[in-house]
């Protein structure tokens, strides 16, 4: 038992915490790691275990911080930053270093930049939020995973751990300012006040948006508030030893059935989460008591406190090998290279220790530790600027080498001679981010927003047509096409394009996409808008009932509002990453697995639409997808997909020659019937 003492008033006042060694807590360290780690590595999927380091980080670090000032009577920043640093940065820059290293020979380029921005993001402790955006924009969520992305787990532990400092700062403040003599109470207080609030917050937003809630720090806070309230407390609570021996056993079983249980990575943070929490908490509590075939005793062998001192590493380590794996060999391990990776993660992770860590961590002279730490980091700022610099330079070879010629894009379809073979383009690198600007420019309007977001292009003044790209992605992703078909002419284009949201009847009125949908109708219905255009149909749906929704949604603007609408049909789609493909295969197996499935499901609607309905325009650009009637990754030397259904921008455009005689001829229609009516 200890006593907190504070500045000026020794012995006044106290809390008891369990201060000694706790080997089952290293044990459980070990389980959490080794549960990622296998099923990551062969089910792919989450298991919860990083739910469980953060219930150990907030036990562990409080009993640290409680310790420390019963011992000394304060509590400062440096000590406490320093002594972090310390112990977590030379595993994050040795690992980051190596990844930098291995991604130059071994990583798809595709998501070189991402990786390079993700490695900022961890040597800096804001990967968790770099994540939480990628993840909600549309088009970057279905971006391959990097060799980093486990690090947001450690960027939110770090942001925790300011978090802790400011609050036991402000006890201690209050503590020696008013006097108060229990400081239990108050420390119950204020984590129970984080614990339910964040809990509540976690609850909320993975209701409204768990992509978002899964990856920022408010949701996670109330799971280190759970493991200090734990420390904070388990001196006073007292379990029966048959108890004990129950509840760990329990709590270990549930433990390991999470991931199966639950699909961690879609349904958490939300009250879910409370499950592997309360297997944890059962778990530690197990620990108080020695008993003869507790859970104690294999947590706290001497193995598993062994592997439960290089944890954190086994946990760095294995997405590291794992994604470099898949990335070279098979998506999949096996179980022997499953095993293998996991050993591999162990042994590296036991040298890394030894080797870079500890020889850094327990330096007596700070100046030491933090030159060899500048050292690490100036390695990995000066690879960085390397790997940028050489994609650089490849892309620029690449564009000067780039001619209407040499890549036609969907150009070629129409050409009499063959096209000149040439390195695709744009470079794999950036075929990715190849989005139409009205994305990069901030024009779309994202998923957690309603309001019809207008963006205006073209000839905007003194312009005699207007026509509106409206839609989702698979309208917005036309508009480099359109943005090229009118230069030079008297056409303004509007944008008005959602995330995720097709301009259709078939959503419920209150919701988000129902109330953008009816946004844009309430924009229409008064806007000098001489033509919508939309796609009508999704390649990959089911249903002819989405189809006609879209159908329909487009009617009622032709019918109500009297404004022309020109349909699109749906380039096809697949159920896998052509992009990924592309690079971890080749062009010839690309195209051999896009051939091997139905891409086009929306055939026979199209077919029936285009017979049935006279109102709207229409415009089927399927033929520009393959070549003598296979369905192609790269025509006219232009990378077609940037995932799995949506296309790169510098292929978008190559359609401007086929929209600009489409508009020609719709809007010829339409300037002449407006002169009929005035003469009349």
Known sequence: MQEWKVSGQPGQKRIDIESRFRPEIEGLRTVAALLVAIYHIWFNRVSGGVDVFFVISGFLITTSIISTINRTGEFKFLPYVTKLLKRLLPSVLFILGVVLVLSTFLLPASIL????????????????????????????????KSPVEHFWAL?????????????????LWMMNKYQIRSIKTVLNGLLGFLFVTSLAYSIYLTEVNQPWAYFITPTRVWEFALGSLLCVNLSAIRVPKWIATIIGWVGLLGLLTTGVLFNVSQMFPGYIALWPMTCALMIVLSGTQETRFGLKRFLGSKPMVKLGGIAFGIYLWHWVLLEFYRYNVQQTPGILIGTLIIVASIGLSYLMTEWVEKPIRTSTVNRTAFKKLGALLTINVLLIGSLLGLAYLEEQELKQAVSKNKYPGALAIEQTLPVPKQDPFPSYANVFNDLPLVHTDGSNQGLQKTEAKVGEYGKTKDYKA????????????????????????????????????????????????????????????????????????????????????????????????????????????????????????????????????????????????????????????????????EYRPVIGNVVIYRDNSHMTNTYAESFAPMFKKKLDEVLADKLASTSANTNQ
């Open 466 to 629: 207007t026509i509106a790209l409206v839609g989702s992605s698979h309208s917005e992703q036309w508009f480099g096409a359109l943005h090229e078909a009118i230069k030079g002419t008297d056409i303004r284009l509007l944008n008005l394009t959602r995330s995720g949201t097709r301009f259709s009847t078939g959503y419920e009125p209150d919701s988000l996409k129902g109330i953008w949908n009816q946004n844009v109708l309430n924009y229409l219905k008064d806007a000098d808008v001489d033509l919508i255009i939309s796609h009508v149909t999704a390649a990959d749906a089911s249903k002819d009932s989405i189809h006609q929704q879209m159908v329909d949604q487009m009617q009622f603007v032709k019918d109500e509002y009297g404004i022309d609408g020109l349909a699109l049909r749906d380039n096809p789609r697949y159920d896998f990453n052509v992009l990924e493909a592309l690079e971890t295969t080749s062009i010839a197996d690309t195209t051999k697995q896009m051939n091997t499935q139905p891409n086009q499901t929306d055939e026979a609607y199209w077919k029936q639409f285009e017979k049935t309905n006279q109102s709207l325009h229409k415009l089927d650009l399927t033929r520009y997808f393959h070549v003598k009637g």
């Open 155 to 171: 960027s939110i532990q770090w942001q925790f751990y300011m978090i802790w400092f400011v609050l036991f700062s402000f006890i």
């Open 113 to 144: 930049g991402k990786t390079i921005r993700e490695v900022v993001a961890s040597m800096f402790f804001y990967q968790n939020w770099q994540l939480a955006v990628s993840s909600t924009d549309y088009l970057d969520a279905t971006q391959m």
